[in-house]
């Protein structure tokens, strides 16, 4: 028996989540690179790659360290290096795989620059542009002067240029996932035409979040996408329309420990157990709760302690102290961070999965 809380993952609906979106690239003549920080796990990142993916992303040195011990060979950091020690770390690990970093501005490039050159080695660099969530990368405007700044360095190659954007369109939170992924792809596709106008070779122009995969990628000039969530799916990328919740392949199993009113229980899962980063009633999906119970469309996961989640339930609804519920957080990957192994439920039964790459934060 596994005691509650735990992560629980349906294999067989994350197999259909990988085949699905490995099939839009392939569809569209794209590379596939999906985010590995959605589930931590080396396993589920070596299935992406049998289904078609080209290499793989990460947010953290240590999580590409994880990644390539387990055997990954093909490894983004999409997080700007500025720090001597992990950029050492990083070139350690380009002796051994295929390594691309990321860029966003010319003091992080003179130091890329400068460490790479006293190791007698050339990076991989990706340039990172801020096409509108206001959070790292280049302004879009200064994009190609940095850019030939960046050329003009030794020991680095700059091999492309990369965004994460997200739901955004016109520079707002939308629901029109298509039309945010149209304009998220043609902003790149005319930002690369115009670094390469100015005499630098661009091979990749890499965007995509999983709401927006399936619509930027069909834009002429984008050569790949790195979506995350997509692998799990959860209640936001539901409610973006992405799938059903019905088709999300994790979820958190807890424990009713208490009904002190009628309308109201409380589970062993709080704050340590699901992410707060998605907050519910925030444009533009405006969730209800932290989270969906499943088999319970009714209730409402309206707020948590450390330890404790409160759920409000119509007095009639049969839950009962000792219940295990399953519980679609709004945010799965940050939740996968919480948990150190997640049970997979296969064909053959039910199977404890490390995972490996669980809060790597250096």
Do not use: W
Not at 14 to 34: C, F
Not at 140 to 151: F, G, K, P
């Amino acid at each position: 028996m596994v005691e509650t809380p735990y992560l629980l993952i349906d294999e067989a609906k994350m197999l259909q989540n990988i085949e699905r979106m490995a099939a839009i690239a392939q569809k569209n003549g794209i590379q596939l690179r999906p985010h590995a920080k959605t589930h931590k796990i080396p396993a589920i990142a070596k299935r992406q790659l049998a289904a078609g993916a080209s290499g793989i992303t990460v947010a953290k040195v240590s999580e590409a360290e994880v990644m390539q011990a387990h055997g990954i060979d093909n490894i983004f950091i999409a997080y700007p290096l500025v720090v001597e020690s992990k950029i050492e770390r990083a070139l350690q690990l380009a002796k051994r795989i295929k390594m691309i970093v990321a860029v966003d501005s010319l003091v992080g490039a003179q130091k890329l620059s400068e460490v790479a050159a006293r190791n007698q080695q050339t990076l991989a660099v990706r340039l990172e542009i801020d096409t509108g969530l206001n959070r790292t990368g280049v302004g879009y405007q200064d994009a190609v002067a940095l850019a030939q700044a960046i050329q003009q360095l030794d020991n680095l190659e700059l091999t492309g240029i990369y965004t994460y954007r997200g739901a955004l369109l016109d520079g707002a939170p939308t629901l029109d996932t298509a039309a945010a992924g149209r304009e998220e792809g043609e902003l790149m596709a005319k930002l690369a035409g115009d670094i390469r106008a100015s005499g630098i070779h661009l091979q990749d122009v890499s965007v995509g979040s999983t709401p927006t995969a399936e619509f930027v990628a069909q834009v002429e000039g984008i050569t790949e996408i790195r979506p995350g969530t997509y692998v799990f799916g959860d209640r936001m990328q539901a409610a973006f329309g992405v799938h059903s919740l019905a088709e999300c392949a994790a979820c958190v199993v807890v424990t009713v420990v208490s009904r002190p009113k009628a309308d109201l229980v409380i589970v062993d899962g709080g704050s340590k157990t699901f992410a707060t980063d998605v907050q519910p009633n925030t444009a533009p999906l405006h969730l209800k709760g932290f989270g969906a119970v499943c088999g319970h469309p009714e209730a409402v996961f309206e707020r948590m302690t450390e330890e404790h989640g409160m759920i409000r339930i119509p007095a009639a609804a049969d839950i009962a102290v000792g219940d295990q519920l399953e519980i679609i957080p709004n945010h799965i990957c940050s939740t996968v961070n919480l948990h150190n192994f997640a049970i997979l439920q296969r064909n053959e039964g039910l199977e404890r999965v490390e995972i490996a790459a669980r809060g790597k934060l250096d």
